[in-house]
């Protein structure tokens, strides 16, 4: 087992890139997972799938070039060790909030004496070989979600959990906990300090920092920020931004601009 | 987006009834769905559905007049933002016993400042419209179940939990926990007491009570007595007794009796 | 392999009931079975399931005492002997109008010598047991529908196929090419003329006759007419007729009505 | 039941377009036909759906405004009146070559006595109304593939097929058939003049004529072309698109430019 | 309803095997339960089925001789009661390390005044007959896994939780928290001197063991050891077995080995 | 697009071994690829999935080195085009007994000029790279089963057809059609000379034979006579195999010998 996108993120590789998947759609991870991301997530807290169409979808990026990853639902440790098993290498764990919090998500990534996992890769190995249990520990990427301002506020004692590989900065989240508007105050300067704010914890713990921009331009303005990896909108979106764009291309109708998705 | 059942309870329009979904069928659903219910519930506690069908159960309810709502299967702060994010437009969480535990579930349910939920309605706005998120912590209906001893004597308690909508009654639980049949006591003394009880407390605080009425017989029992909203039988009973009645009609073969689903 | 359905006709056991479901539901088709149908029939034609929920219809049925059967969409050799090997115990094919093409039907249901059948019962040994091979051709049933005014003046020709088994009339479907309305005039007598003119040319030729009888007083007329088996209804309308008695006891608000499923 | 589509195509309504759903998700469905399309058309012939995933699919779109409609993958009678018992409004068939397999085709669309459809519309009355069969001879729309050129010299028989509503032009494989290449000749003389044979004879009959244009500027250049509808592009190639453009935007990394889906 | 497995182990039957399913397939559900084991459980841990998928596999051993039961990925009290009320006969939970973390396991399997779960049974009556409900209490079978070094100290306070039928071993976990490597050290003598242990108090307090054992040698040295049931191999394993057994008998290219599923 | 096994067989490659599918189960097929088979097929005409599962289990062979093929129902052009759009390298159609026959199975496989295949390679080219369409009519693999008396009569005739590649021997069918058992003649002289007649038919005409080889003692009598490439057994099969084996291995209690699958 060898984790691409780890090795690259350690190797300060700049540029990379991670596809979400709201969707659910087997189809729609594999053709994206057939364009040049550097890794693709299937999230599964507010996306569409349940844990077998998850399944559905790592096999789809079979033979292609991303590093698979999962975002849970929750802190739950059934689900946590599920994507695991079925062979997810990377896992982002949602509202992160507390060292004790950081602590137990990364305990069920890791078999003992790190952690607590459960023994029993059921898929894992076919994609990543023989191997797999025993690098395991030391290959699969875990990501605490920094989106609070309680988050931030322990910023320092989340990062230090050993174990932990790095952040996933959620900034709709961190937005609505300052009091900001989850959409429009992206820019706003209280958000991109709190922002920097865990950037210079977790660069200071020597660990990476994944960073959420929704918005294409937003990936934009976050290059040459620091960040390990980026994501940059999602299927959901690409597929009504491309259809917005053509029926402004195609005709003058406007289109409804419903968010969903 | 606008809540209708919320509107039509507020009005105190009488008469209001909620179906109630087991078999995990997208087709049984949209057909459900064009009957006269004023709500229609995915019971994804004791029914048979995941997520993704409990997905295609709401789809299936697009383009009716009926209000969607789903019953979790535990205080899952996971899967209740989930269904939310997929267009519930009410949420019902079994087993609320104590004022902390219904806290923890409307907090979920409740965007920051009022509660903790996640910002991500992926599905919600193509229902709902594109201002779902600015008025899901208003039209959003929250309702704690109510169905054991311990809950009955923290109702006060649990009722006057801010963002809490209502209660949901279950009388079958309920019974149990008093020492009672739940399936032939539930017009037992004791058991109406408690109901009472809790009516009572609700209506106090301003709040609706929803009454789980399984045999259809009970849901006329239940009327002009102050529930916001009657639940009446479900589906996969409603489907065994339909059988039932065919065979009594048809041939005189005794049907079976097989109290499943 | 024993087909019960089969033998208790041949004994002219009288009142026996198929049921109908077009709903394409596994938990339908499980909670059907326990009632006391004497076979069941998933509709592959009108209904909504594909070959895989279909054998997750058929799986349901384990363990019960109905006899499975399917109707196929059409004259499909492919699927047919799909549902064959899935363990269906009877198949009816719609829209048999001609010798040839009920010559075509059965000789698909039937290994060499008798037809072309070919070989490979994946699940029927599982539910029929492993002689199931050696008994298929004398135990599975075939059916063809009659239901066009084309049919009816075949039907001596019809009938007469070596290894049909019987017929299974369609009232809607013949009343549309008699020029009738295929809802209202199920008992006009043009349309019972032709019915009879059937049932007399199927005794003639010693099979059987099924009749589908899609509201229930129409079965009951249907009764003691010579008829070997009759389907009653199907699982959306009883659903559907269920939940609008439903609404005539609870309140007096009218049901939509809509005649779907 | 109103064909909201067919209303408009008759009422001349210039600027119509089709969306093509190739990959078979329900999400994606719902996600598109929230956006201003006038019809959506579930391609089950060169898309991934099978009949359960397109029923799905129509169900996603259940409350939008566009027409539903399908591609079946074949001349086949049992699927064409599957899909239009689970309520497509309009029904496109490949590779229709000769008047006979176009009468075929109309044939299995139609009730008796204008054709040969069996009866039994299932989910169809759900979505257009209880009078669904009286109105679906006039309603349903029926679009014959031209796309060979044995199916441009016998154009005129083709369209002369009554109850036929109008045609569909595949100009890739109409390319293949005339020796040039399906994807770089779209503009090529033979082909445009083959193209312009056809839109004259069916303009000649009476009928609609509808465009495939795969890539968006092709259907700015078929516009005002005399064409009632124009399918743009796919679901598929829309989000592949869109993530390509997304690397342009953000990256300099060429896209992989695998042209799937 | 009645209980064979649990009948079966209190007469102290030898030899009783458990199935192990991790595929997630129905088909192989359907076929392993027409082989003579006793009991056959759906992994839902480290295996690749959801809810619903468990519910097809469950389905598909109707009308077998095996007892279903179900392991489920964590200690949550939604799932264990959703696969009990789907028909499981027996629940296996991982990680009970303490005996608080038994009694709330157990609570949740057993009715009030037992304990804490929730009336609902949807499918259970109809595998289980009617009586399910008041039978259950005393015939559902509850296994706690033991399989970390803090179990084995806490063994004597888990084992006497009332209501508890006996404990499932998890001999790789169980020696990676004992510091061996999970797959070569499966007969070391510290893990066998702590399975030992584990027998000797459940057998102390009179309840059952079961033995997983993963290789078929092991199951055999396993063997008349005292334990009331023993797993062997997974449905995966023993797939990639004969695969490779099959490669040795045709030809002489090795198998790969891959350890997966 | 490049065909492994097209190549292997043409270079004479000696051993070559397919697998086959019959269980419908993406994660056997995943499992099953990473075994050293040189070809998997996936079973649609005996076997359980549908076109959905097919494609699942398509994507489940991803990234790993076998050649995939699908055999399909019937001669149905429909599902012919679709499975090759999903990306089958090689496809089986079943009952080739005419020249006639074999010649519409080629057309559908082959683009024009060579053929009528539709145009529009959805998955394919995500396999197989974006000069699929331009490689397809040469590298995808048409094998016309050969399994009735009249298909060996008709030999010369069938082999003949430009454009197919070879022939799939089915030896039961044809033992049916030659008068013998199909289980228990396999190796009746009378069965082994048709078959030969068929290799020397296939070998004079520079083209493929496959051989279906179910008993795994039957593909090593089959080996070194001169075919391409052997079937061995079945995942259900194997399955049940191993089942069988474990229990004679464990304990004394005979299997069940239920053949199914």
Not at 2 to 13: G, T
Not at 254 to 259: L, R
């Amino acid at each position: 087992m060898n984790n691409r996108l780890k090795a690259r993120m350690q190797a300060r590789e700049p540029g990379l890139l991670n596809a979400w998947l709201v969707l659910g759609s087997p189809a729609v991870a594999e053709v994206m997972s057939r364009q040049p991301w550097d890794s693709m997530t299937v999230d599964m807290q507010h996306g569409l799938s349940d844990f077998e169409a998850t399944v559905h979808m790592l096999r789809a990026m079979n033979g292609s070039d991303v590093t698979p990853m999962v975002r849970v639902p929750w802190m739950e440790p059934g689900l946590i060790q599920k994507v695991l098993d079925a062979g997810a290498f990377g896992v982002i764990c949602p509202m992160v909030n507390t060292r004790e919090q950081c602590e137990q998500f990364v305990s069920v990534c890791r078999y003992a004496p790190q952690g607590t996992r459960s023994f029993g890769p059921t898929r894992a190995p076919v994609v990543a070989g023989a191997d797999y249990w025993k690098k395991a520990n030391d290959e699969v990427l875990t990501f605490a979600m920094i989106e609070t301002r309680q988050a931030v506020e322990n910023i320092d004692a989340i990062v230090s959990v050993p174990g932990l590989d790095g952040v996933y900065i959620g900034p709709s989240d961190l937005s609505l906990t300052l009091g900001l508007d989850p959409v429009a105050d992206l820019d706003h300067p209280t958000l991109l300090a709190a922002i920097e704010t865990i950037r210079v914890a977790v660069e200071r713990a020597g660990k990476f920092s994944v960073m959420h921009c929704s918005p294409i331009d937003y990936a934009m303005r976050m290059a040459n920020k620091g960040f390990s990896l980026r994501t940059v909108s999602n299927d959901g979106r690409l597929l009504a931004m491309a259809a917005q764009e053509l029926f402004r291309t195609v005709k003058s109708r406007p289109a409804s601009g419903a968010a969903g998705y």
